[in-house]
């Protein structure tokens, strides 16, 4: 069965960090892209970033320079680092493969106050 298990949320003030982390199964993290996707209330999923198999990142507009993507295979873990954060960043993030299967996670809930 496979599953992918967010972590690492929580309320901080904007300007503030936070190191979101997704378990994976099994070889999931060798066999496929896997990306970091975020849903605020009302509003459709939005890919946050990606990275490839062998480690190739990328990270929407609206991120860039300020979250990074990585992951250590060993661990079977992906790392999501957001520095600077702002209100709008306020959501609950998933990660889930790139293209995105139905079978989503729980999230983890990120609340950026002002």
């Known amino acids: 069965h496979v599953r992918l298990v967010e972590s690492g949320g929580g309320l901080v003030q904007a300007g503030g960090s936070l190191r979101l982390s997704c378990l994976a199964s099994?070889?999931?993290?060798?066999?496929?892209?896997i990306a970091w996707y975020r849903q605020a209330p009302g509003k459709q999923h939005e890919l946050v970033a990606r990275?490839?198999?062998?480690?190739?990142?990328s990270t929407a507009d609206s991120v860039k320079g300020r979250f990074t993507i990585a992951k250590d295979n060993a661990r079977n873990t992906v790392y999501l680092q957001m520095y600077s954060l702002k209100p709008e960043d306020t959501a609950v993030y998933y990660c889930?493969?790139?293209?995105?299967?139905?079978?989503w996670g729980q999230g983890t809930q990120v609340t950026v106050s002002a």
């Open positions: 099994g070889n999931m993290l060798t066999a496929n892209t």
């Open positions: 990275i490839t198999r062998a480690g190739a990142t």
């Open positions: 889930n493969t790139d293209p995105y299967s139905n079978n």
